[in-house]
């Protein structure tokens, strides 16, 4: 099913500001029989986001509605999509807009179930993130960096591609957060210029430093990558996944990963 301001439909006004010039943001949910996983986080993230684009947030009791009415109790993937609506032909966003609110559920994809390998192989994209501070860390629907990065290779075997800016920082993946372990201690890129800062980060932060684990924010350098006892993806589909190999270099399991799922997880 599919909602569109809460009504079943396949199609949106062609005038809608998402389509015309990517203006709105969205959130993708976890689902596990009908509940979404983290949604307190979630529907936070999804009204911080939009109230950085100055796009009103829908009250969280309708969308929480809504999504069990497109789950139907089943275990599966829900985009929640926000835009400032229709409006004229330009730039100027209009006074009269109406937030649209977009709700699809989707079956889980192979790399999210149950019996999906806990380690995958990366490799490093070409393209090269822009800076851009008024969007850093906001799922906003502007994605054409991260197609134009997905569409960089087609080996199945191939999970994620990593990105950096255009100084050389390395920001994250295609469609998730980087961790890196070293020493003991955690690490991952700083996201104040670009990226997008997800909620599975944004739990693994919070859990990390309650558990006492040392825990650093900052621009890490491709070296620092490859120079590291554990490097691990995040997000809210995947949970946290071990790269076994990034190109050339390859990793055994230092024993991050299953603790940081632990603390995912567990917290709240």
Not at 72 to 100: D, H, N, Q
Not at 222 to 241: K, W
Request: aromatic share 4%; glycine share 10%.
């Amino acid at each position: 099913m599919i909602l569109v301001d809460g009504h079943p439909a396949s199609h949106i006004d062609v005038r809608d500001r998402g389509l015309a010039y990517g203006d709105g943001v969205f959130r993708t949910l976890r689902v596990e029989a009908g509940a979404p996983l983290w949604w307190a986080d979630h529907y936070a993230k999804l009204a911080a986001d939009a109230a950085a684009l100055k796009i009103d947030c829908p009250a969280e009791t309708a969308l929480r509605e809504e999504i069990g009415r497109v789950a139907a109790g089943e275990s599966c993937i829900v985009k929640l999509i926000l835009t400032r609506g229709a409006g004229a032909r330009g730039y100027a966003p209009p006074p009269e807009a109406v937030v649209r609110r977009i709700v699809l559920a989707s079956p889980l994809p192979p790399h999210a179930r149950p019996d999906a390998p806990s380690a995958v192989r990366a490799r490093w994209c070409s393209l090269r993130l822009a800076r851009q501070p008024r969007l850093a860390g906001i799922k906003h629907l502007n994605r054409l960096e991260q197609v134009l990065a997905r569409a960089e290779w087609d080996d199945p075997d191939i999970f994620e591609g990593l990105l950096c800016d255009d100084t050389g920082a390395v920001i994250g993946g295609v469609m998730s957060n980087l961790f890196v372990a070293r020493d003991g201690e955690l690490h991952t890129p700083d996201l104040g210029a670009c990226g997008v800062a997800g909620v599975a980060r944004q739990r693994l932060l919070r859990g990390a430093r309650a558990a006492g684990l040392d825990v650093h924010v900052g621009r890490l350098a491709r070296d620092a990558i490859l120079r590291a006892d554990e490097v691990m993806l995040c997000n809210s589909v995947i949970g946290v996944r071990r790269v076994a190999a990034l190109d050339g270099r390859s990793w055994s399991p230092a024993g991050w990963t299953p603790r940081l799922n632990r603390l995912l997880y567990e917290l709240d």
